[in-house]
Protein backbone atom coordinates (compact mmCIF):
# COMPACT_ATOMS: atom_id res chain seq x y z
CA UNK A 1 0.00 0.00 0.00
CA UNK A 2 1.79 3.47 -0.94
CA UNK A 3 -0.10 6.86 -0.31
CA UNK A 4 -0.69 8.83 -3.39
CA UNK A 5 -1.43 13.01 -3.67
CA UNK A 6 -4.54 14.02 -2.18
CA UNK A 7 -4.75 10.94 0.21
CA UNK A 8 -5.93 7.85 -2.43
CA UNK A 9 -3.59 4.93 -1.73
CA UNK A 10 -2.27 1.82 -4.03
CA UNK A 11 -3.52 -1.48 -2.89
CA UNK A 12 -2.13 -4.39 -4.97
CA UNK A 13 -3.79 -7.82 -6.82
CA UNK A 14 -0.80 -10.93 -6.41
CA UNK A 15 -2.40 -13.22 -9.19
CA UNK A 16 -0.98 -16.81 -9.29
CA UNK A 17 -1.47 -19.74 -10.63
CA UNK A 18 -1.56 -22.94 -8.45
CA UNK A 19 1.26 -25.52 -8.98
CA UNK A 20 1.83 -28.42 -11.50
CA UNK A 21 -0.69 -31.29 -10.50
CA UNK A 22 -0.14 -35.09 -11.15
CA UNK A 23 -3.02 -34.67 -14.38
CA UNK A 24 -1.00 -31.51 -15.84
CA UNK A 25 2.01 -33.51 -15.71
CA UNK A 26 0.30 -36.50 -17.51
CA UNK A 27 -1.13 -34.26 -20.01
CA UNK A 28 -5.11 -35.07 -18.64
CA UNK A 29 -7.94 -32.34 -18.94
CA UNK A 30 -8.78 -31.79 -15.32
CA UNK A 31 -11.03 -28.51 -15.38
CA UNK A 32 -13.10 -28.94 -12.37
CA UNK A 33 -11.54 -32.54 -11.13
CA UNK A 34 -9.53 -32.83 -8.20
CA UNK A 35 -5.55 -33.49 -8.91
CA UNK A 36 -3.24 -33.06 -6.05
CA UNK A 37 0.18 -31.25 -6.85
CA UNK A 38 3.22 -33.19 -7.66
CA UNK A 39 6.80 -32.11 -6.06
CA UNK A 40 7.65 -29.93 -8.33
CA UNK A 41 3.91 -28.30 -7.75
CA UNK A 42 4.88 -27.83 -4.17
CA UNK A 43 7.95 -26.48 -4.92
CA UNK A 44 6.84 -23.76 -7.56
CA UNK A 45 3.75 -22.83 -4.92
CA UNK A 46 7.55 -22.38 -2.57
CA UNK A 47 8.54 -20.05 -5.39
CA UNK A 48 5.44 -18.15 -5.45
CA UNK A 49 5.42 -17.61 -1.41
CA UNK A 50 9.22 -16.91 -1.74
CA UNK A 51 8.23 -14.10 -4.36
CA UNK A 52 5.32 -12.83 -2.10
CA UNK A 53 7.09 -13.32 1.53
CA UNK A 54 8.01 -9.73 1.78
CA UNK A 55 4.85 -8.32 0.65
CA UNK A 56 1.98 -7.16 2.34
CA UNK A 57 -1.53 -9.61 2.00
CA UNK A 58 -4.76 -8.68 3.90
CA UNK A 59 -7.23 -11.01 2.08
CA UNK A 60 -6.97 -14.06 0.29
CA UNK A 61 -8.57 -15.64 -2.39
CA UNK A 62 -8.80 -19.64 -3.28
CA UNK A 63 -11.41 -22.01 -4.88
CA UNK A 64 -12.54 -24.72 -3.87
CA UNK A 65 -10.50 -27.34 -5.94
CA UNK A 66 -7.03 -28.39 -4.17
CA UNK A 67 -4.45 -27.44 -5.96
CA UNK A 68 -6.08 -24.17 -5.33
CA UNK A 69 -5.84 -24.42 -1.57
CA UNK A 70 -2.65 -26.05 -1.36
CA UNK A 71 -0.92 -23.33 -3.50
CA UNK A 72 -2.25 -20.70 -0.96
CA UNK A 73 -1.02 -22.61 1.70
CA UNK A 74 2.19 -22.18 1.18
CA UNK A 75 2.27 -18.53 0.09
CA UNK A 76 0.18 -17.90 3.83
CA UNK A 77 3.13 -19.47 5.65
CA UNK A 78 4.51 -15.99 5.81
CA UNK A 79 1.37 -14.03 5.81
CA UNK A 80 0.04 -13.85 9.73
CA UNK A 81 -1.35 -10.63 8.80
CA UNK A 82 -3.53 -12.15 6.39
CA UNK A 83 -7.06 -11.81 8.40
CA UNK A 84 -9.24 -14.08 5.82
CA UNK A 85 -9.16 -16.66 3.51
CA UNK A 86 -12.31 -16.65 0.99
CA UNK A 87 -13.65 -19.07 -1.80
CA UNK A 88 -14.30 -17.49 -4.97
CA UNK A 89 -15.18 -19.92 -7.52
CA UNK A 90 -15.67 -16.85 -10.33
CA UNK A 91 -11.92 -18.15 -10.54
CA UNK A 92 -12.40 -21.36 -10.92
CA UNK A 93 -10.74 -23.19 -13.76
CA UNK A 94 -12.40 -23.68 -17.20
CA UNK A 95 -15.14 -26.75 -17.17
CA UNK A 96 -14.02 -29.35 -19.58
CA UNK A 97 -17.05 -31.02 -19.37
CA UNK A 98 -16.76 -34.28 -21.14
CA UNK A 99 -13.11 -34.67 -21.38
CA UNK A 100 -12.50 -34.04 -17.74
CA UNK A 101 -10.11 -36.78 -16.79
CA UNK A 102 -9.12 -38.27 -20.53
CA UNK A 103 -5.63 -37.97 -21.62
CA UNK A 104 -5.41 -35.63 -24.24
CA UNK A 105 -3.80 -37.98 -26.28
CA UNK A 106 -7.22 -40.17 -25.93
CA UNK A 107 -9.05 -37.32 -27.50
CA UNK A 108 -6.55 -36.29 -30.71
CA UNK A 109 -6.71 -40.28 -31.12
CA UNK A 110 -10.52 -40.23 -31.28
CA UNK A 111 -11.38 -37.17 -32.74
CA UNK A 112 -8.21 -36.10 -34.45
CA UNK A 113 -5.79 -32.71 -33.83
CA UNK A 114 -8.00 -30.33 -35.37
CA UNK A 115 -11.24 -30.61 -32.87
CA UNK A 116 -8.88 -31.05 -30.14
CA UNK A 117 -7.09 -27.83 -30.69
CA UNK A 118 -10.79 -26.30 -31.05
CA UNK A 119 -12.06 -27.48 -27.55
CA UNK A 120 -9.05 -26.58 -25.61
CA UNK A 121 -8.41 -23.41 -26.96
CA UNK A 122 -10.58 -21.84 -29.26
CA UNK A 123 -12.34 -19.09 -27.65
CA UNK A 124 -16.03 -19.04 -28.61
CA UNK A 125 -16.37 -23.06 -28.94
CA UNK A 126 -16.78 -25.04 -25.95
CA UNK A 127 -16.09 -28.80 -25.48
CA UNK A 128 -18.95 -31.18 -24.77
CA UNK A 129 -20.41 -30.14 -22.02
CA UNK A 130 -18.05 -27.67 -20.77
CA UNK A 131 -17.00 -24.03 -20.85
CA UNK A 132 -15.82 -21.81 -24.21
CA UNK A 133 -13.81 -19.03 -22.52
CA UNK A 134 -16.59 -16.63 -23.49
CA UNK A 135 -18.37 -18.20 -20.55
CA UNK A 136 -15.69 -18.03 -18.07
CA UNK A 137 -14.74 -14.39 -19.04
CA UNK A 138 -18.62 -13.95 -18.11
CA UNK A 139 -17.84 -14.95 -14.24
CA UNK A 140 -14.46 -14.08 -13.81
CA UNK A 141 -15.62 -9.77 -15.10
CA UNK A 142 -18.15 -10.10 -12.14
CA UNK A 143 -15.40 -11.71 -10.02
CA UNK A 144 -13.02 -8.46 -10.35
CA UNK A 145 -15.87 -5.96 -10.61
CA UNK A 146 -16.92 -7.36 -7.19
CA UNK A 147 -12.88 -7.75 -6.37
CA UNK A 148 -12.54 -3.79 -7.09
CA UNK A 149 -15.60 -3.07 -4.56
CA UNK A 150 -14.35 -4.84 -2.32
CA UNK A 151 -10.47 -3.59 -2.04
CA UNK A 152 -11.88 -0.04 -2.30
CA UNK A 153 -14.06 -0.42 0.83
CA UNK A 154 -12.00 -2.75 2.73
CA UNK A 155 -8.53 -0.64 2.02
CA UNK A 156 -6.63 -4.08 1.72
CA UNK A 157 -4.28 -6.04 -0.76
CA UNK A 158 -5.44 -9.42 -1.89
CA UNK A 159 -3.83 -12.49 -3.25
CA UNK A 160 -5.56 -14.85 -5.37
CA UNK A 161 -4.71 -18.68 -6.16
CA UNK A 162 -5.85 -19.04 -9.38
CA UNK A 163 -5.84 -21.26 -12.33
CA UNK A 164 -4.43 -21.37 -15.94
CA UNK A 165 -7.64 -20.40 -17.61
CA UNK A 166 -9.18 -17.94 -15.46
CA UNK A 167 -6.23 -16.50 -15.38
CA UNK A 168 -5.62 -15.65 -18.88
CA UNK A 169 -9.08 -13.96 -18.79
CA UNK A 170 -8.30 -12.01 -15.51
CA UNK A 171 -5.39 -11.03 -17.80
CA UNK A 172 -7.49 -9.84 -20.52
CA UNK A 173 -9.86 -7.78 -18.79
CA UNK A 174 -7.13 -6.07 -16.54
CA UNK A 175 -4.51 -5.45 -19.35
CA UNK A 176 -6.85 -5.05 -22.19
CA UNK A 177 -5.46 -7.87 -24.25
CA UNK A 178 -7.19 -9.70 -27.31
CA UNK A 179 -8.75 -12.93 -27.47
CA UNK A 180 -6.01 -14.09 -29.28
CA UNK A 181 -3.21 -12.96 -26.67
CA UNK A 182 -6.12 -15.42 -24.50
CA UNK A 183 -5.45 -18.36 -26.61
CA UNK A 184 -2.04 -17.86 -27.05
CA UNK A 185 -0.42 -17.54 -23.55
CA UNK A 186 0.84 -20.19 -21.38
CA UNK A 187 0.32 -19.57 -17.30
CA UNK A 188 3.40 -19.93 -15.62
CA UNK A 189 3.49 -21.86 -12.13
CA UNK A 190 5.49 -20.14 -10.36
CA UNK A 191 5.04 -16.38 -11.74
CA UNK A 192 3.15 -13.88 -10.17
CA UNK A 193 0.73 -10.88 -11.84
CA UNK A 194 0.77 -7.74 -9.94
CA UNK A 195 -1.82 -5.33 -10.57
CA UNK A 196 -2.43 -2.16 -8.58
CA UNK A 197 -6.19 -0.27 -7.90
CA UNK A 198 -6.65 3.01 -7.02
CA UNK A 199 -8.41 3.58 -3.57
Request: with cysteine; aromatic share 12%.
Amino acid sequence: MKKRNGGTKIYYIYLFRHGQTYYNKKRIFTGWKDSDLTPLGINQAKVIAQKLKNKKIDVAFQTDLSRSKDTLKEVLKYHSECKEIITANGMVERSYGKLEGKHHDTIIKKYGKEQFETWHRSYNISPPKGESFVMVEKRVKIFIKDLKKFIEKEKVNVAISGHGNSIRIFRKIMENKSKSDVTKWFIPYDKVFVYKIRA
